[in-house]
């Protein structure tokens, strides 16, 4: 069993920073992709950025590129979500997941965390 518990979200003005944390529990972390996805009220969760087994590998949606930065550390069992120019419309729940891949995929995740919730005010 895997248990991912995020952190590190908060309330932020527009052009502020947050940095995301997700610590993983239960199972070889350093063998499978992770990724961030968020859900935004009334929206369907959408992916966000995506990290291979190695953090070699990066991936992001279209409106997040060049202001979010993924990356790893397989010592720590952590992800992070470092996000820079926020926007109001970057405002929703944040959640961290793990794929039973080595990449990110469009399968789903098989994991899943709580959530932390971001707020960009404008």
């Known amino acids: 069993q895997v248990q991912l518990v995020e952190s590190g979200g908060g309330l932020v003005q527009a052009g502020g920073s947050l940095r995301l944390s997700c610590a993983a529990s239960?199972?070889?972390?350093?063998?499978?992709?992770m990724g961030w996805f968020r859900q935004a009220p009334g929206k369907e969760r959408e992916f966000v950025a995506g990290v291979n087994w190695s953090g070699r590998s990066t991936s992001y949606a279209d409106s997040v590129k060049g202001r979010f930065t993924i990356s790893r550390d397989n010592a720590a069992k952590t992800v992070y979500l470092q996000m820079n120019s926020l926007k109001p419309e970057d405002t929703a729940v944040y959640f961290c997941?793990?794929?039973?891949?080595?990449?990110?995929?469009?399968?789903?995740?098989?994991?899943w965390g709580q959530g932390t919730q971001v707020t960009v005010s404008s």
């Open positions: 239960g199972r070889t972390f350093s063998d499978y992709a």
């Open positions: 997941a793990l794929y039973i891949k080595a990449v990110v995929t469009t399968t789903p995740p098989r994991y």
